[in-house]
């Protein structure tokens, strides 16, 4: 089947790559121009696990076409959109404009029996909104909503793997149309569920808003531990060995980042304000409050650490917002960078990919290798859980950094290796790390 994936930033391109590879025929539609260069120049912008070669091979077998020519849509059948719905500003929802512009550049090219399918992550309603446009420009073709769950690092195996599928439908056409785009994750076993366009929306909105609760819950329970003399990483562990909790997104830290978790939970909130739920919209704004609360923690004793130091200096190792992407979005990493250049702390940041070039932020003093970030550092931050950091050897760094003090905000490293080697380590809520 001709299938076109309208928007190829992280989430279509991987869409579009993968499911190229299971034998379908793509054509990707993406405004930028200078984004579909690199594309066909094989110089991607994203730093995805496995994507680069699966774009090189559909490219070179033909099975993908990339361009920023909307009519090559033209003969698909089956049309994802793909494009991002951001924040209209901070706790003001979400930006449908862009699914609504792409929805008016792909009409032109549809034709009776088409099927157009959202993926974006939504507020319920948007797909309704959506079908009403649709209808008015091509009466003929039909809209779903098929929501991805993918997670950034594991994306291509997440798209190729999913744990089920979930196809907001209004007829069993289009249901069946989804049926042969996603035929050879069917044939594993994959699990498929077909609800209503609102269900869809809301289940994949519902899914990161509980994520987020899960971390910031633990995040909690994890201050609670430190203010009892209690282990707040065996808490966590045993706590998602329940397995009606589940370990996942139960790793207490820094807190989340990223272009989901932190948007969507806020969208929730906006969403559950607009319809009059207010205790669902003080549930979800307290959520995204106890997750930037971690970073005014770590700021403060941090500063504490350094105050009466001449021209102290923080290393933190990590920018990007969790380990195997280099997606700044929302990042803690970045955040708490500024937050300590903010209290008059010289900050340096070492990532594996993030780069000053990847345009994090031009204020950024960022370094190429982590023992550069630690030369002369009062205080060495883990910010992002890179296996890099587990090979560091602290026994050499003793001698780059100024004071041999490090805080491990994402629990990675080996805490009996850096105290055997003359480090003061600290985990994220060590009791001594109790600021009140
Ligand atoms: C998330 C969802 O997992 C995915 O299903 C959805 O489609 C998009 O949003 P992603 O943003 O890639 O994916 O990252 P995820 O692995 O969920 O982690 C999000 C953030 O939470 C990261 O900053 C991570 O460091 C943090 N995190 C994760 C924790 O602090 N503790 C945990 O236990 C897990």
Same mark, same amino acid.
């Given at each position: ?104 550049? &792909?009409? *032109?090219? !549809?034709?009776? +029996?088409?099927?157009?399918?959202? #993926?974006? $992550? ?5 797909? =309704? ?120 997104? &139960?790793? *207490?830290? !820094?807190?989340? +980042?990223?272009?989901?978790?932190? #948007?969507? $939970? ?5 969403? =559950? ?124 760094? !003793? ?9 491990? $905000? ?5 805490? =009996? ?20």
């Amino acid at each position: 089947m001709r299938i076109s994936v309208i928007g190829l930033g992280r989430l279509g391109l991987v869409h579009a790559a993968a499911l190229a590879s299971l034998g379908h025929t793509f054509v990707g539609v993406e405004m930028d121009t200078e984004r579909v260069r690199k594309i066909h120049d094989g110089t991607l912008e994203m730093h995805e696990p496995g994507l680069a070669d699966l774009v090189r091979t559909a490219l070179t077998d033909g099975t993908l076409d990339v361009t920023s020519e909307p009519s090559a849509s033209l003969g698909a059948r089956a049309h994802f959109l793909t494009v991002g719905t951001p924040e209209l500003a901070p706790n003001e929802g979400f930006d449908a404009s862009y699914l609504e512009n792409a929805l008016r550049t &792909l009409a *032109p090219s !549809l034709q009776p +029996g088409d099927l157009v399918i959202g #993926k974006s $992550t939504v507020p319920p309603g948007t797909a =309704a909104a959506l079908t009403a446009q649709l209808h008015r420009e091509s009466p003929d073709a039909e809209l779903a909503w098929n929501p991805e769950f993918l997670a950034e690092g594991t994306a291509v195996r997440d798209t190729l793997a999913p744990q089920r599928l979930i196809y907001g439908v209004s007829s069993p056409e289009a249901a069946r149309l989804l049926d042969e785009v996603y035929a050879p994750i069917l044939d594993t076993g994959t699990q498929r569920v077909i609800t209503d366009l609102a269900t869809a929306e809301l289940v994949k909105l519902a899914t990161n808003a509980f994520l987020a609760t899960k971390i910031s819950f633990i995040n909690t329970i994890a201050r609670l531990a430190a203010t009892s003399g209690a282990d707040a990483l065996q808490t966590a562990q045993l706590l998602g060995a329940d397995p009606r909790i589940g370990a996942s997104h &139960l790793h *207490p830290g !820094l807190g989340y +980042g990223g272009g989901c978790l932190p #948007k969507d $939970t806020r969208g929730l909130a906006y969403f =559950a304000q607009q319809a009059g739920v207010m205790e669902a919209a003080q549930f979800f704004a307290q959520v995204d409050a106890v997750n930037t609360a971690q970073r005014q923690h770590i700021t403060e004793w941090v500063t504490a650490q350094c105050r009466g130091r001449q021209e102290p200096q923080v290393a933190i190792l990590g920018a990007s917002f969790k380990a195997d992407t280099d997606d700044t979005r929302e990042s803690p990493s970045i955040a708490l960078a500024h937050a300590l250049m903010n209290a008059g702390l010289r900050v340096r940041i070492a990532d594996p990919v993030v780069t000053a070039s990847c345009g994090a932020d031009s204020r950024l003093e960022f370094v190429r290798t982590a023992e550069e970030a630690m030369r002369e550092a009062d205080v060495t931050l883990v910010a992002t859980a890179w296996p890099d950091y587990q090979r560091l050897d602290p026994e050499e760094l !003793l001698s780059v950094v100024r004071c041999p003090l490090i805080v491990d $905000t994402r629990n990675c490293l080996d805490p =009996a290796r850096w105290r055997n080697a003359g480090w003061e380590y600290h985990a994220m809520f060590d009791p001594v790390m109790r600021l009140r």
